[in-house]
């Protein structure tokens, strides 16, 4: 600005210093030194060009030192290609800009985002040289059944290329079906025998037990300023970029957008993403105009009041405003009649209080992660916001998809172009529809009260493609307490056992110990003077003879 070039420290060898400069040279706008008796006065922005990393620990103090010598100017890594930890661990480092081996367009471009005041963080876990944790080969069990899983999961992709188009033989279309059913029954045999439901489910992963918000493939994270409009334009473009690229059920259980067609079920999420921005541009709007700030219980209830209507907006959009399709002999307009027909008021009473996603995007407040309160715009604190962003997108998402899921019924025309081509067919309808009926009565009555006497939530994140799960400790007391008659006892059920479990652990430990010294002492030694009995017996006999 006014002409003034931004003064920049670069940190870095010799020979990269002066690749790095004539790189820079052509952007007038730019005064780079590579030492402080080149620079005049404070710098804007300080460049580290990092060689080797011993440890986090010790980076971290060095980047303390340079902070604490430069003041309040930004400062930028510069990672190399290999790192010998895991990538995510240098996120706690406190610094504006990571840069894993950056190309000169994505150093100028960060440089500038960084002198606007913005963010940069750009790491890949694939680079790394050294393995985070020592290979632990699969017992028997579990290889014979990833073994079994792995060759089901073979037969059933080639049998669906033969039925896709199905064959003209009839014979043959139903000897292939037939032979479909039977490895879909192994499958579910084979899991019942050995192992957990999730290890049946294509691209299923295993429940994290665990806090941090993480991305296994790598983060990127681009902020052109450091507050929480910011950040929530960062967090909607990433969440769009998933969902636009498509999504697989990672979770484990079944779930009721699985039953939509791909397309319907990319719109209304796509539709539920710009709703939620809309929502959230009227909370600013509204606390703006007011005098003073709201208080977490009004933000709640208008958080509230909004959801029947947000959740409406996005159905007709998903469907299509003008979209009329035959119904007996007259047309009919799909929006109309699924907002006619489905109650999208109810509650999830899984989802966390709106308060923690709502607060850092309207009033920049600080986010609690790990015990520690992180500006919004750091990159631990932005991975937390943007799982529960996607909690939130994916458990609104189940409560349309089980509403038109029901609709669905009554309306042969509308199958065909909302839902999933299997779901054409009657059964597979309702077959479906009890599944996940009986899922949903499972995951009340037993589920749920497990995980609040465990302190426990599961939250739903958007991860490499894939809908994955999240198991987050947190307190719920409250929530334990207000459960009903039938979730109580179960939850007094757990409590029980954890009760009795010592002293039945003692008692059979006792009469182990008890049993072992009967078979030892006495009766071992019983049959020990028998045999020598006999044989001074035998002895005897022998010296006669």
Not at 5 to 29: F, H, Q, T, V
Not at 341 to 365: G, V
């Amino acid at each position: 600005m006014n002409g003034i070039p931004n003064k920049i420290l670069l940190i870095a060898r010799n020979l990269l210093a002066e690749s790095l400069l004539s790189g820079l040279a052509g952007n007038k706008d730019l005064e780079v030194s590579v030492s402080t008796d080149q620079l005049d006065g404070q710098p804007d922005l300080v460049i580290w060009s990092v060689e080797t990393i011993a440890s986090p620990a010790l980076l971290q103090l060095e980047v303390l030192k340079l902070q604490s010598r430069w003041g309040e100017a930004p400062l930028l890594l510069l990672l190399p290609a290999k790192l010998p930890c895991d990538p995510t661990q240098l996120l706690s480092l406190d610094c504006a800009g990571l840069l894993q081996d950056p190309d000169l367009a994505q150093l100028q471009q960060s440089i500038e985002t960084l002198l606007s005041g913005g963010r940069v963080v750009e790491l890949t876990a694939h680079a790394s040289s050294e393995s985070f944790g020592s290979f632990q080969s699969p017992g028997l069990g579990p290889w014979l059944l990833m073994t079994g899983l792995q060759q089901i999961n073979h037969d059933l992709r080639m049998i669906e290329v033969l039925l896709n188009p199905p064959p003209e033989n009839p014979m043959l279309r139903f000897m292939l079906e037939g032979r479909c059913r039977e490895l879909c029954s192994a499958r579910q045999l084979l899991l019942w025998l050995w192992g957990p439901l999730q290890l049946g489910l294509e691209g299923a992963v295993s429940l994290e037990q665990s806090s941090p918000f993480r991305e296994p493939s790598g983060t990127s994270i681009q902020l052109k300023e450091r507050n929480g409009a910011a950040v929530w334009e960062a967090i909607h473009q990433r969440l769009e970029m998933a969902v636009t690229g498509g999504l697989s059920n990672a979770t484990g259980q079944m779930l009721a957008i699985e039953g939509l067609h791909p397309e319907r079920r990319r719109e209304l999420l796509l539709a539920l993403l710009r709703q939620l921005n809309a929502v959230l541009q009227r909370l600013r709007l509204d606390q703006q105009a007011s005098a003073e700030q709201r208080s977490d219980r009004a933000l709640s209830e208008q958080w509230q009041a909004l959801q029947p209507e947000l959740r409406k907006q996005a159905v007709c959009t998903m469907a299509g405003h003008y979209v009329r399709l035959p119904m007996g002999e007259e047309l009919s307009g799909v929006a109309d009649h699924l907002l006619l027909n489905t109650e999208l008021e109810d509650i999830d009473e899984e989802l966390p209080n709106p308060k923690r996603m709502l607060a850092p995007f309207l009033n920049d407040q600080p986010v609690l992660v790990d015990g520690q309160l992180l500006p919004a715009d750091d990159p631990r604190a932005l991975l937390q916001l943007e799982t529960l962003v996607s909690n939130w997108l994916v458990r609104t998402a189940e409560l349309i998809g089980s509403e038109l899921l029901g609709v669905c019924g009554d309306w042969p025309e509308l199958r065909r172009y909302l839902l999933d081509h299997r779901l054409i067919s009657t059964r597979e309808l309702e077959r479906l529809r009890n599944q996940l009926n009986t899922q949903s009565r499972w995951q009340s009555w037993i589920q749920r009260p497990i995980r609040l006497y465990e302190s426990q939530r599961l939250l739903y994140q958007l991860n490499e493609g894939k809908i994955a799960p999240l198991l987050l400790m947190e307190p719920r007391d409250e929530e334990l307490r207000r459960l009903g008659w039938w979730q109580q006892q179960v939850a007094l059920l757990l409590e029980a056992r954890d009760a009795v479990a010592p002293q039945l652990q003692l008692l059979v430990r006792r009469v182990g110990d008890l049993l072992a010294v009967l078979l030892t002492q006495v009766i071992g030694r019983a049959i020990g003077l028998v045999g020598r009995g006999i044989a001074q017996g035998m002895g005897r006999s022998f010296n006669r003879s």
